[in-house]
């Protein structure tokens, strides 16, 4: 019976170990009660020990790969930003792709001018009628002037934060976390156009809103928490919305004051509508001995 | 947690169209995917070319990202097909610029930059050679330097399917590399007296 043992000792100290416990030997991935094993076994397999050799080996040749030289951020980013897609040459965002469809399609199987007079500005998006409100919407958008633009942006933005908040009632939370993302694009739009035109928005109308987005998207933030039976990802899933669309608020809002110090000292604007008129010298300014003073058509 | 969150809201606000949240989202990430790029292609250009696919692909697709598995795991994914699939089409492409660009060795000897750096690219041509899975695995293990439990996670696969395809990987390398990871059998004796 001992003897019997001691052969079943032998052969397990003998056996070939498998590739792949070899491999994991190799790499430091075997655990290490079965690692004294194979130590056992390689002190007397020659042929396992040259497979074991050459799989450390192949280990340290692939561990031979330097990492990157460091790069500036500055000049990563730069060099990326050209290559991304140009929002402008981009379909407007604020268009669904969804809505488009069904909306077009709506628009088209019915009379066309009777159904969308009835999308009126108050259909909310559990309606049928939402998806032809949505392009009827996307497309006044697009026809619009620069100038006039973010001014209509941030008067559909009260629109969707409006629908959201009866959405969220109606214990619809997706539909809600579409108009807020919708409200959230429009107003980052507005804050691109403010920036690329530089124009003084209608400030009035346009602060009023933003201060009124504000307190809205406050009291869809404490609708949201309120228990109704939502599970936590779908109040997660509003409240990220409420948050970003919040960020987006402040973005119009620096977009907004920023426009408004240029308007206010022009002197310091890189592009100024009105140059400022130059100084008068007795001195000559240029070859022919002209003076300086403008003529009146310049 | 902090973070994830953080990375949520400039995921929410990139698909949105707003390019700054973007900008911060690359800026935390960017490191990683030049370092995975170098890893593969030994030169800095290529690797700042591969980077910037990397992160126009995460542009494009960021809209098909599950905010239920974590971000970092979606990036390397795509770094991961972005560079096998530069990898495949390079591989018949031995690039002199990357001996140029190629980190020295530490000792500074020249015949041993260039031994070096001949190794590399062979390990990078064998690695281009493996059937396709194998080679995600590989890949994400030796230039995304990644432990075997976050190539699972990655790949969204069992432990022991990596574990499958990554020691297949290293017997199909082992067999391709021959010399350069052949150890003579005296060698071995000595070393394991």
């Given at each position: 019976m001992k003897r019997k043992r001691l052969t079943v000792v032998e052969t397990s100290v003998l056996a070939h170990r498998s590739s792949d416990t070899l491999c994991s030997y190799s790499d430091g991935s075997l655990p290490e009660r079965q690692r004294a094993d194979v130590d056992k076994h390689l002190r007397v397999c020659a042929a396992c020990?040259?497979?074991?050799?050459?799989?450390?080996?192949?280990?340290?040749?692939?561990?031979?790969?330097?990492?990157?030289?460091?790069?500036?951020?500055?000049?990563?980013?730069?060099?990326?930003?050209?290559?991304?897609?140009?929002?402008?040459?981009?379909?407007?965002?604020?268009?669904?792709?969804?809505?488009?469809?069904?909306?077009?399609?709506?628009?088209?199987?019915?009379?066309?001018?009777?159904?969308?007079?009835?999308?009126?500005?108050?259909?909310?998006?559990?309606?049928?009628?939402?998806?032809?409100?949505?392009?009827?919407?996307?497309?006044?958008?697009?026809?619009?002037?620069?100038?006039?633009?973010?001014?209509?942006?941030?008067?559909?933005?009260?629109?969707?934060?409006?629908?959201?908040?009866?959405?969220?009632?109606?214990?619809?939370?997706?539909?809600?976390?579409?108009?807020?993302?919708?409200?959230?694009?429009?107003?980052?739009?507005?804050?691109?156009?403010?920036?690329?035109?530089?124009?003084?928005?209608?400030?009035?109308?346009?602060?009023?809103?933003?201060?009124?987005?504000?307190?809205?998207?406050?009291?869809?933030?404490?609708?949201?928490?309120?228990?109704?039976?939502?599970?936590?990802?779908?109040?997660?899933?509003?409240?990220?919305?409420v948050q970003h669309a919040n960020n987006a608020v402040a973005k119009v809002q620096t977009q907004i004051d920023a426009t408004a110090a240029v308007v206010e000292s022009p002197a310091q604007s890189k592009v100024s509508a009105v140059p400022p008129a130059p100084e008068v010298t007795a001195a000559p300014s240029d070859a022919n001995g002209q003076g300086s003073e403008p003529s009146p058509a310049e | 947690m902090a973070r994830d969150v953080e990375e949520r809201q400039l995921i929410a606000a990139s698909l949105a169209g707003d390019d700054d949240a973007f900008r911060q989202l690359v800026e935390r990430h960017y490191r990683i995917v030049l370092n995975v790029a170098f890893r593969a292609f030994g030169s800095e250009a290529a690797a700042e070319d591969c980077a910037q696919d990397v992160f126009i692909k995460v542009h494009q697709r960021l809209g098909s990202y599950r905010a239920d598995t974590p971000f970092i795991h979606w990036l390397h994914r795509v770094a991961a097909n972005t560079v096998t699939d530069a990898l495949r089409r390079r591989r018949a492409d031995v690039s002199l610029e990357s001996l140029v660009h190629e980190a020295p060795s530490e000792s500074g000897d020249p015949a041993e930059a260039a031994a070096r750096h001949e190794q590399r690219k062979a390990v990078r041509q064998a690695m281009a050679s493996l059937p396709g899975r194998l080679r995600d695995a590989i890949v994400l293990q030796v230039f995304h330097e990644l432990s075997y439990q976050e190539i699972a996670q990655v790949l969204e696969i069992p432990l022991g399917t990596v574990m499958s395809r990554l020691h297949n990987a290293k017997r199909l390398l082992r067999a391709r590399l021959g010399g350069y990871v052949e150890v003579p059998a005296a060698a071995i004796g000595a070393n394991n007296q």
């Open positions: 020990r040259q497979t074991v050799n050459e799989m450390r080996r192949l280990e340290l040749v692939l561990q031979d790969f330097p990492p990157a030289p460091s790069v500036p951020f500055p000049r990563f980013w730069s060099r990326l930003e050209a290559r991304l897609p140009n929002p402008s040459d981009e379909r407007i965002a604020f268009v669904r792709p969804r809505l488009l469809a069904a909306g077009l399609a709506l628009a088209i199987g019915a009379s066309l001018v009777g159904v969308v007079a009835l999308a009126s500005d108050e259909t909310l998006p559990d309606s049928p009628l939402y998806s032809v409100k949505h392009v009827r919407q996307g497309l006044q958008l697009s026809l619009i002037s620069a100038r006039g633009r973010p001014s209509f942006e941030v008067t559909l933005g009260k629109q969707r934060l409006h629908e959201a908040a009866v959405m969220l009632e109606r214990r619809r939370d997706d539909l809600a976390v579409a108009s807020l993302k919708d409200l959230s694009t429009l107003l980052l739009d507005a804050a691109r156009v403010q920036k690329v035109t530089g124009d003084q928005p209608e400030t009035a109308h346009v602060t009023q809103s933003i201060a009124q987005i504000k307190i809205d998207l406050a009291v869809v933030r404490a609708a949201n928490l309120e228990p109704d039976g939502s599970s936590a990802a779908e109040i997660g899933a509003v409240d990220d919305a | -």
